[in-house]
């Protein structure tokens, strides 16, 4: 492992960055690949951290500076945060690769948040999406690891977008004025829209519960094994978080994890999938802020 030597200095904060070169715990051929991170660093740490998993085609920056921005307001809050990038992604080496084989590469960045702080003595996991997923699927496997912040995790199958799509997309416009004037006036393909209604339809009749490589079923497994803490955001318009929703409608195992008491759930409404505004970004730091003071 190896740190390097630069270090910058946040104006108005007593926080600052380092950046960081170290390794995966990967056993693969390309365990020798190099990652790269930042550690937003308080004058004086304490020994809870928070560490960064980023999901899909991103690296530690994020959608709209988000990972960045977060990782310096909690700093200054005085917890130590680790980004980094998954090998393959932003300026990390090796070939990239999805949310199933992240957890090898989380366990190099928890070796090195470890090291670079020496009071640590647990990490909570923060992720987006299927980062979200990947980070409650490594959880179960290292006891310093005490707590979740999970946005919009990833629990996507063709037969659970189309059970989305069918309740909050296609029955909430047979409720709206706009699309019976629409259709009236013979601005809407009815043709078209019937044959897409059928297919999405269609879809929710598949037998098979869940694809092979859905998501969904490992996060369960790991949700059920962890006993640390956990704080699930949602974003008020988004499809993901609607599919998250579906589930615990309509599965008693899944409603029984996320009724367990160190459950916390909120929501920011109006937000994207990517909290593409300051004020949901915003929003997010206070919940995240006021939820690792709580405890």
């Known amino acids: 492992m190896k740190r390097d030597s630069s270090q910058q200095h946040l104006a108005g904060h007593s926080v600052r960055e380092l950046p ?114 990947a980070a409650a699927c490594h959880a179960p496997n290292d006891a310093r690891i005490v707590a979740l912040i999970l946005l919009n995790p990833w629990v996507r199958s063709s037969m659970g ?25 013979g601005g809407l393909q009815l043709g078209a829209s019937l044959a897409s209604l059928r297919q999405v339809a269609a879809a929710t009749q598949l037998q098979a519960m869940q694809q ?16 640390g803490k956990v704080l ?18 309509g599965d008693v195992a899944w409603r029984a994890v996320a009724a367990r008491a160190h459950w916390t759930q909120a929501q920011v409404a109006g937000a994207n999938h990517t909290f593409a505004s300051g004020a949901w970004r915003g929003e997010v730091e206070q919940l995240c802020a006021r939820w690792l003071q709580s405890w």
């Open 161 to 185: 977008l189309a059970r989305a799509t069918l309740r909050h997309y296609y029955l909430p416009r047979l409720l709206q004025g706009a699309f019976w004037r629409k259709l009236a006036g």
């Open 232 to 249: 699930l955001i949602l974003s008020g318009d988004d499809l993901g978080a609607r599919e998250w929703q579906a589930l615990l409608d």
């Open 212 to 227: 092979d490589d859905a998501p969904a079923p490992a996060l369960l497994r790991a949700l059920a094994q962890f006993q």
């Open 20 to 133: 960081l070169r170290f390794r995966s715990a990967a056993d693969d051929a390309e365990a020798p690949a190099r990652m790269v991170g930042i550690l937003s660093l308080p004058a004086a740490p304490g020994p809870r951290g928070v560490l960064i998993i980023t999901g899909g085609p991103q690296y530690r920056v994020g959608s709209h500076r988000q990972f960045v921005l977060l990782a310096r307001a909690l700093a200054a809050h005085g917890w130590p945060v680790l980004r980094f990038d998954l090998r393959g992604m932003g300026d990390s080496e090796g070939s990239a690769r999805d949310y199933r084989a992240a957890g090898p590469d989380i366990a190099g960045a928890l070796t090195q948040f470890f090291d670079s702080v020496p009071s640590l003595r647990e990490v909570a996991l923060w992720g987006l999406c299927d980062g979200a997923t």
